[in-house]
């Protein structure tokens, strides 16, 4: 359980990634800083971005307490490089760790039960999370459909997916919201730092979601 201390928190899922730096004094977060970080020059930038960062706020990587990382769905070279520099900072400096899912933030941005992203190649990444149970899958537009469609409140943060679903089946309530930050990605992880629930550094891993799990996913919905 962590109730105090300094958090950073990483998003490298997008085309463009962030970073932030938060306090926690009793359960309460404030945000210090943040810095945002174009896709392409991730694996060069990162790890200064972050160095920058906390040289700004004073604070060495020894003074935090742990690490919040976004660690998918998304970039598949993003999600390496970002979760690569979270396990070299938390194995120097015995950091805990807690890991947040991209979609459950969209979703949770817009206090939808539902949250669309693009996964590029004609696929998309879907998460919903009604009804007490989470799930999430990739799926085409063909699979959408086949499914029914989607209806209620679909969370999405990119129009191209927004206009297609307009398209296929189903009469969805899109909520139009901004991309996931790091910086909402510290403020959801605070659940979790309360309860200790916290990522297995040696098994640490991105959320893949790939299509055989989704067609598995799609025909028992």
Request: with cysteine.
């Amino acid at each position: 359980m962590i109730e105090s201390g300094y958090l950073l928190g990483l998003d490298t899922c997008g085309p463009v990634a962030s970073i932030a730096l938060g306090r926690l004094d009793r359960g309460v977060l404030a945000t210090l800083g943040g810095k945002q970080i174009e896709g392409g020059q991730l694996s060069i930038s990162l790890l200064q971005g972050i160095a920058d960062l906390l040289g700004e706020a004073g604070i060495a990587v020894q003074e935090l307490a742990g690490i919040a990382a976004v660690a998918g769905p998304g970039s598949f070279t993003g999600i390496r490089v970002g979760l690569a520099a979270v396990k070299g900072l938390a194995e120097a400096a015995k950091l805990p760790v807690v890991t947040l899912s991209r979609l459950a933030l969209l979703a949770d941005s817009a206090q939808a039960p539902c949250a669309v992203l693009d996964a590029h190649r004609g696929q998309f990444y879907c998460g919903m999370y009604g009804g007490g149970e989470a799930r999430e899958m990739l799926l085409t537009a063909g699979e959408i459909n086949t499914i029914g469609g989607l209806t209620g409140r679909v969370a999405v943060c990119e129009e191209t997916v927004a206009q297609l679903l307009e398209e296929l089946y189903g009469e969805p309530e899109l909520i139009r919201v901004a991309a996931p930050t790091a910086a909402a990605a510290l403020e959801v992880s605070l659940s979790k730092w309360r309860v200790g629930e916290f990522a297995g550094l040696a098994a640490l891993d991105g959320y893949y979601l790939r299509g055989a799990d989704a067609k598995v996913a799609a025909s028992r919905g």
